[in-house]
């Protein structure tokens, strides 16, 4: 018989702006720390503050996107040896793109579910300010011929992706801006105490609140920005996009952060004492059209609801990743979903996408928001390069 697979606990560093030091700028509040070091320090908060005896996890299963320098290898089992935990404990490093931590959470449920794992650490990290996105792509080609012939003239920048999506969902600019002040807005009135662990720098100094929450952004702060992703060559090639309206203001910031959770199962959880917060529910995968990329988050709904037996309606929180704000919106029209659980505390556009953080973020979102109101099931789910997305449902306990 199957043991259900529960969070006992979920932590993660602030969020630091992804930008590098350089000669007359600073550098992102992380930026001066390693990969490895910042993953370490939020692991060691995450076995201080449940007091688990950390030689008990069977295997630490994390997120990187950028899995190149600094971040190249098996940047888990790195980031536990560096905050001076037991060698035994082996780890794996996941890439599904963008939803790479949260497949690191339904790896480790699953895994519990199957009775192959006991207790799990599912975490993710990304230095966006040491590790530049898409840097491992750098002279290199990753699609091959095949795939280049078969998506001939070629496939897309995922800002491009996000135009076409809010073109085919008619919203124009300022519906974007107006959902991406209001990310902000939510982010600046969410309590974030709970989760946020302090991470501290080489220099001594000390990081303990999210640097990219702007509380001052409004509609009209974003509206003076211009177009990020409009080129002659999209313009010709996508003559349907009338409007470019995607700018780094309606984007997801580049973004510094690790996140780390503690899943065992329930019967784990007793026999040590610790309380499950939330248990897994259903999990799904989903593929869709490489160059729209964005919009696979709705056929993973649609999967992970058929196979919970739940409705849209019975769920009490959304957390859909605002890549850019066309994506969650476009998500939020498809579904009729009420806007007032769709990332009520704020998103990536607000908090920032460290891309293999990212995933972790949102489940851990999800849990302290259904804490927060009593709501029973949350729902996370993540657009991803290729036009992949993961689907999340957890329920409350």
């Known amino acids: 018989m199957s043991d259900s697979a529960v969070i006992v606990d979920f932590v993660r560093s602030p969020m630091g702006k992804g930008r590098p030091a350089r000669e007359g700028r600073a550098g992102g509040?992380?930026?001066?720390?390693?990969?490895?070091e910042l993953l370490g320090q939020v692991f060691r908060s995450l076995v201080n503050r449940t007091g688990i005896?950390?030689?008990?996890?069977?295997?630490v299963i994390t997120g990187c996107v950028s899995q190149v320098g600094e971040q190249a290898g098996p940047v888990g089992r790195w980031g536990w040896l560096a905050a001076g935990l037991p060698e035994s404990v082996p780890s794996v490093t996941v890439h599904r793109a963008c939803g790479s931590s949260q497949q690191a959470c339904d790896f480790?449920?699953?895994?519990?579910i199957a009775g192959v794992y006991d207790v799990v650490v599912a975490s993710g990290v990304e230095s966006m300010s040491r590790i530049p996105m898409l840097t491992a792509r750098i002279g290199q080609d990753p699609y091959g011929p095949s795939v280049a012939k078969r998506y001939e003239p070629?496939?897309?920048?995922?800002g491009v992706s996000a135009e076409l999506i809010a073109s085919r969902f008619k919203f124009n600019r300022d519906a974007?801006?107006?959902?991406?002040?209001?990310?902000h807005q939510r982010a600046a009135e969410a309590d974030f105490n709970a989760e946020v662990v302090?991470?501290?720098l080489p220099d001594g100094s000390v990081v303990s609140e999210d640097e990219t929450v702007r509380p001052q952004t409004t509609p009209e702060s974003l509206g003076g920005l211009r177009p990020s992703f409009r080129t002659e060559e999209m313009v010709a090639r996508f003559p349907e996009i009338e409007e470019w309206n995607v700018t780094a203001g309606n984007s997801s910031q580049l973004t510094d952060g690790a996140t780390a959770l503690l899943i065992m199962s329930e019967s784990k959880a007793s026999e040590l004492g610790l309380r499950p917060r939330a248990r897994f529910h259903s999990f799904a995968v989903a593929g869709d059209d490489p160059i729209t990329m964005l919009t696979g988050p709705i056929p993973a709904t649609e999967k992970v609801?058929?196979?919970?037996?739940?409705?849209?309606?019975d769920i009490d929180h959304y957390e859909v990743n605002e890549a850019f704000a066309s994506v969650p919106m476009a998500w939020a029209q498809h579904f009729s979903a009420d806007p007032s659980k769709l990332n009520p505390r704020g998103g990536a556009i607000a908090l920032g996408h460290p891309l293999g953080a990212s995933g972790g973020r949102l489940v851990g979102s999800a849990l302290h928001g259904l804490e927060?109101?009593?709501?029973?099931?949350?729902?996370?789910?993540?657009?991803?390069?290729?036009g992949m997305a993961n689907a999340t449902i957890i329920e409350r306990l």
């Open 108 to 112: 480790g449920a699953q895994g519990v």
């Open 53 to 59: 005896d950390p030689v008990l996890v069977d295997d």
């Open 198 to 200: 302090p991470i501290e």
């Open 29 to 36: 509040a992380l930026s001066s720390l390693h990969p490895v």
């Open 176 to 183: 974007l801006d107006e959902f991406s002040a209001r990310s």
């Open 305 to 313: 609801l058929a196979r919970s037996g739940l409705e849209l309606s």
């Open 372 to 386: 927060a109101t009593g709501g029973r099931y949350g729902l996370i789910t993540m657009c991803e390069a290729g």
């Open 154 to 158: 070629g496939l897309i920048p995922q």
